[in-house]
């Protein structure tokens, strides 16, 4: 009796896919910076840069990473007069990371 073709590679294509190894992984976010302030009189601040989450999934390789990083403030405009004041630069965005370990 012939055995069908799919019966024998699905267990040979198992066995191939618990053979790979596990290979870590990095997930780097970064926000986007600010809006520059506009120059004049009076001069406006900076806008605030854009927050940034980074997660990475749950896997069993230590080597798992996660980077965050929050988008720089703009700058503030400067005044157009002699001794008119500059606007503030803005807030850097937040940063939030978060990576998981897992066993087996």
């Known amino acids: ?3 069908p073709r799919p019966l024998i590679l699905l267990p040979l294509t ?3 896919a618990t053979a790979l190894p596990v290979l870590a992984s990095d ?3 970064t926000g986007a910076a600010g809006a520059n302030g506009r120059d004049g009189h009076p001069a406006t601040p ?9 997660t990475n999934k749950p896997a069993p390789d230590p080597a798992n990473s996660a980077t965050a990083l929050g988008g720089r403030g703009g700058a503030g405009g400067s005044g157009d007069r002699p001794g008119a004041a500059a606007g503030a630069g803005g807030a850097g965005g937040n940063a939030t990371a978060t990576t998981v370990t897992t066993n087996g």
């Not at 900076?46 to 980074?54: E, I, K, M, T």
């Open 1 to 3: 009796m012939r055995v």
């Open 46 to 54: 900076g806008g605030p840069g854009q927050s940034a989450a980074a």
């Open 27 to 29: 997930v780097t976010v």
């Open 14 to 16: 198992l066995a191939c």
